[in-house]
């Protein structure tokens, strides 16, 4: 009997537990990318959605030439290039072209435009490029060299060593799928970059040496004619590469909903029936991203905080507000009640006159340690001062001042003093007249 009675009691706790307990939050379900390093980032905010090893050192085959891109970007734009500028390839700058590099096929003595170059280079991936306008552009390949490793440390790229332009293998050429990021986000600032590495094909026309060429791009994402069933609906650009030590990587970015993303993997190999992982596994990870995210309100402009107000006798109290509603990119089970920390940076009090929309501090949304919104607090209402309050602390903070009491000590003992000396003299000099009556009556 007692035994049955134990058991009910325990059967009816779980019972009762199981209805009460509050289940936990959803975990967002880690896409586990296969490849050495991945990279996801929202491109909008910067926000980093996924990262796998992002800051482990790998070779970058062909990517290396986002950063040639780059630099070929900046220059347009400062005028020291044209795109319809024809430059010659020299029998130096194909010096270092191996027989398995992936090329054009141009030619020492051939000219070709800018832009045609650029083609031939994203496209294609044609090895000899970067060298071609790394030479016309700084005189040598070596100078153009350095300027890829000096533009890198400016924009961060503390993991990053280029050794050539084109990507082959090399101990002591590296990067990180972090730093590939920085470089990746720069040059997709430029419309013509982002034209020609999003171009399917491109008809590079008769030059001097050669008839007119057909290219086709190597990004699986955007094209089916080198790779059938890779297509990804929102897919723009960027860039392929692929060498023994690199595997088969790939930089790519997509647009869904008003939303563009920025992938980057490297390391990945092929499946066991020959798939192209790098393919693959990007347009799983954009699938996720999308997936999983949405914007979420984490700042209203009508919530309110009070600040304390001194120097006016109309209030004690100032309501400030975010200056707008605040949306960001977060999980999609995400609870920002409870999720989010939200950091007041606010004076301690303020002080009179006070406008209304007056900056007085900010709000900070913070999420897994990471800042995602800072975003101002204004004040909702005017604040007139007291004149009378004013002065009265002016005059308080002067008399506070070290000098001013110091003044007003020594002020205060020369007073003192001078009291004292005056009631001394006072006494001798009647005990002066007094000694004087004594005497004469004595007579």
Not at 157 to 181: E, I, Q
Request: glycine share 6%; aromatic share 8%; hydrophobic share 40%.
């Amino acid at each position: 009997m007692k035994i049955r009675r134990i058991l009910s009691v325990f059967l009816l706790t779980v019972l009762l537990s199981t209805m009460f307990c509050i289940a936990p939050a959803y975990a967002l379900e880690d896409p586990d990318i296969q490849a050495a390093a991945a990279l996801l980032v929202d491109a909008d905010t910067g926000h980093v959605l996924y990262a796998k090893n992002e800051n482990v050192r790998r070779a970058p085959a062909s990517l290396t030439k986002l950063m040639v891109s780059l630099l070929v970007m900046e220059a347009l734009e400062r005028g020291e290039l044209k795109l319809d500028q024809p430059i010659t390839a020299t029998v130096s700058s194909l010096a270092n072209l191996t027989p398995d590099s992936s090329t054009a096929d141009i030619r020492a003595g051939e000219t070709l435009t800018v832009e045609q170059l650029l083609y031939c280079m994203l496209l294609v991936s044609a090895n000899e490029v970067g060298d071609i306008i790394g030479e016309a552009y700084c005189g040598s390949v070596g100078a153009f060299i350095d300027l890829m490793n000096q533009r890198a440390m400016e924009l961060g790229c503390t993991n990053t060593n280029f050794v050539n332009s084109s990507g082959l293998d090399d101990p002591n050429h590296y990067t990180t799928a972090w730093d590939l990021y920085l470089i990746t986000r720069e040059v997709m600032k430029y419309d013509t970059f982002m034209t020609i590495c999003n171009s399917k094909s491109y008809t590079v026309p008769e030059t001097n040496i050669s008839g007119a060429r057909e290219l086709h791009t190597t990004n699986g994402l955007i094209s089916n004619w080198r790779y059938l069933g890779y297509l990804y609906d929102g897919a723009v650009g960027i860039k392929t590469g692929t060498t023994p030590e690199a595997g088969r990587c790939l930089v790519s970015s997509a647009k869904r909903s008003g939303r563009s993303l920025v992938s980057v993997m490297l390391g990945a190999g092929l499946s066991e029936d020959g798939r192209i992982m790098s393919f693959l596994e990007t347009a799983r990870l954009f699938d996720w991203g999308f997936d999983n995210f949405v914007f979420t309100k984490v700042t209203d402009e009508d919530k309110l905080y009070a600040v304390p107000v001194e120097l006016s006798k109309e209030t004690d109290t100032i309501m400030v507000h975010p200056e707008e509603t605040t949306e960001v990119l977060l999980p999609k089970d995400l609870v920002p009640e409870t999720d989010l920390t939200y950091k007041l940076d606010l004076p301690e009090s303020v002080d009179a006159p006070i406008a209304a929309g007056q900056r007085l501090g900010t709000v900070t949304v913070i999420y897994n340690g990471e800042e995602y919104a800072v975003v101002p607090l204004l004040a909702v209402s005017d604040v007139s001062s007291s004149r009378f309050l004013i002065i009265k602390r002016t005059i308080q903070q002067y008399l506070a001042m070290p000098y001013v009491r110091i003044g007003l000590i020594a002020l205060a003992v020369l007073i003192l003093v001078l009291v004292i000396w005056i009631r001394l003299t006072r006494t001798r000099r009647r005990y002066r007249r007094g000694g004087k009556r004594y005497r004469g009556r004595s007579r």
